[in-house]
């Protein structure tokens, strides 16, 4: 009987808790990116666009890599050509038990708006073919949804028209006891204009799918004094929330965490920035969760907005679960677009 029971309590301390991370890639670590296998196949040399690992993909603190696409004229911007069909791979090998996963990484790209150029992201048997090379179209299993992580019905579809940097969100599903597949990312370009930015990702996640919401309905308001106050609405199950603003001039990241009893009557939160300079800033924030006894985070939603003095033109955006812009004067009226 206690054999029994110590087999149970084993069983029971194996399980994954939600939000637990399994896969962590930030390319900051020499051994885990000498695990990338890029560019395969003995044609990727007739590819004019290569995938890279370096600085012109970072976008962490105080990093120095990051995976993205250039050309091989000039490898070290984000740039590509179009000049003719092709694609480009990467791809790392992992093994994930049973479970469903969110597969999180933040990411940049233009590419045309023809429905089929951009990044398209698997996670696929290594039996299937995963080569670099001109091409006048995908392979058919990167066509259909069996292997894709974002789809529309039952075809799959690229990442594109993004030109600042977001945080995607995929859901990931094994379903054996084991799977041991590619987490493979294609870079496919058709014929014509280049529009640039090329592609680059950066923060990788592979976590267990957890229950902590979201924050909801960032905003920002600029002070008389010089600063910025970013607020955000509170949810019920969050007992704090970490929040760090980039300033894209310098790239410097300023980093907090504040309780959710600090939250308002109406339950909005709010965090004071100062001196931070004119032009782009970047805001993450993140809800931390006590599930089953364990703290727990969402992902981070991220939000834009321009830096001016008094009576300027404001600008903001945010990303994740929809989008939505917006145009302000400080002293006028008010136009939003929402989609």
């Keep these: 009987m206690k054999k029994l029971l110590y087999i149970l309590l084993l069983s029971l301390l194996s399980l994954p808790m939600a939000g637990q991370v399994v896969y962590q890639c930030d390319f900051e670590d020499e051994a885990e990116r000498s695990q990338w296998e890029l560019n395969p196949g003995n044609r990727a040399s007739r590819c004019e666009n290569w995938w890279y690992i370096g600085k012109a993909g970072d976008y962490s603190e105080n990093g120095n890599y990051g995976l993205y696409v250039a050309t091989k004229a000039n490898p070290d911007t984000l740039t590509y050509t179009s000049s003719a069909t092709m694609m ?38 290594d039996s299937l073919e995963a080569l670099s090379m001109p091409t006048f179209d995908l392979f058919e299993w990167q066509k259909n949804s069996t292997y894709s992580l974002r789809n529309s019905t039952s075809r799959a579809t690229p990442l594109y028209n993004q030109g600042m940097w977001d945080r995607a969100r995929l859901p990931l599903k094994v379903l054996g006891a084991t799977e041991t597949r590619r987490l493979m990312f294609v870079f496919y370009t058709s014929k014509g204009e280049p529009t640039n930015p090329s592609f680059a990702l950066d923060n990788i996640e592979i976590a267990y799918d957890t229950e902590c919401s979201f924050p909801t309905d960032i905003s920002h308001e600029l002070n008389d004094d010089g600063t910025a106050t970013v607020l955000w609405q509170s949810s019920a199950d969050a007992i704090a929330y970490d929040v760090r603003l980039r300033d894209m001039q310098s790239g410097i990241w300023y980093n907090r965490q504040i309780s959710n009893s600090n939250a308002n009557w109406d339950g909005m939160l709010q965090m004071n920035f100062a001196a931070l300079e004119e032009g782009a800033q970047m805001v993450q924030v993140r809800s931390l969760c006590v599930i089953d006894g364990d703290t727990v985070h969402s992902d981070w939603r991220s939000y834009y907005f321009l830096n001016f003095h008094k009576g300027e033109l404001l600008a903001q955006s945010v990303y994740g679960q929809g989008t939505t812009m917006t145009m302000r004067f400080s002293k006028n009226a008010d136009f939003s677009m929402e989609e």
């Design 88 to 125: 480009t791979v990467a791809y790392r090998t992992l093994t994930l038990t049973r479970g469903d996963y969110m597969l999180m990484f933040d990411w940049i790209g233009k590419f045309k708006n023809n429905g089929e150029e951009g990044v398209y992201v698997y996670w696929a048997p």
